[in-house]
């Protein structure tokens, strides 16, 4: 849980800046900083690249940055049914089972659908870089999803 968090950003037309840092305390030990920075830029209001590079901090001496892209077609498309519909496409870094970071990946591809204005919809699949003895069995942090298929529901009250 945070015990203390700040973000801020700065705007500048179709480029937006970030910066965050959160104090948590992990397991009873002193409190662990996490940084981050961000930018966000919009191609003419068509497609949205978003990248992000953070670390997680700990009491070893590992590695713990990570990043993630993740690119958008904001403008989107109409399908029967499903009315707009927005296709992405993402990678995303994390920690190895030695702790570095960046070591490990997720490449993801989807679609967010919005057939009614209080409704979303996902539809992703997930590939993950994990190569163990049991690729679809999560462990007790989730951190191995393998590779997924997924579908989500929302509704927005």
Do not use: W
């Not at 973000?7 to 981050?36: H, M, P, T, W």
């Not at 399908?79 to 089972?97: A, D, E, M, Q, V």
């Not at 190569?131 to 929302?154: H, I, R, W």
């Amino acid at each position: 849980p945070s015990i203390y968090g700040f973000r801020g950003e700065y705007a500048l037309d179709n480029l937006n800046f970030g910066a965050s840092l959160r104090i948590r305390q992990k397991d009873n030990v002193d409190n662990q900083i996490d940084c981050g920075a961000d930018i966000i830029y919009n191609f003419a209001k068509d497609v949205k690249l978003n990248f992000q590079l953070y670390s997680e901090g700990d009491d070893d001496d590992t590695s713990d940055l990570n990043y993630f892209l993740l690119t958008s077609y904001e403008k989107g498309f109409n399908l029967p049914y499903l009315k707009k519909t927005i296709p992405y496409l993402g990678y995303f870094s994390k920690n190895n089972t030695d702790g570095d970071g960046a070591k490990e990946y997720n490449i993801i591809f989807g679609l967010n659908m919005k057939p009614h204005k209080n409704i979303f919809m996902k539809l992703e699949y997930n590939a993950d870089s994990i190569d163990d003895d049991a690729p679809n069995t999560l462990d007790e942090n989730n951190t191995n999803v393998s590779n997924a298929f997924s579908l989500e529901l929302g509704l927005v009250f």
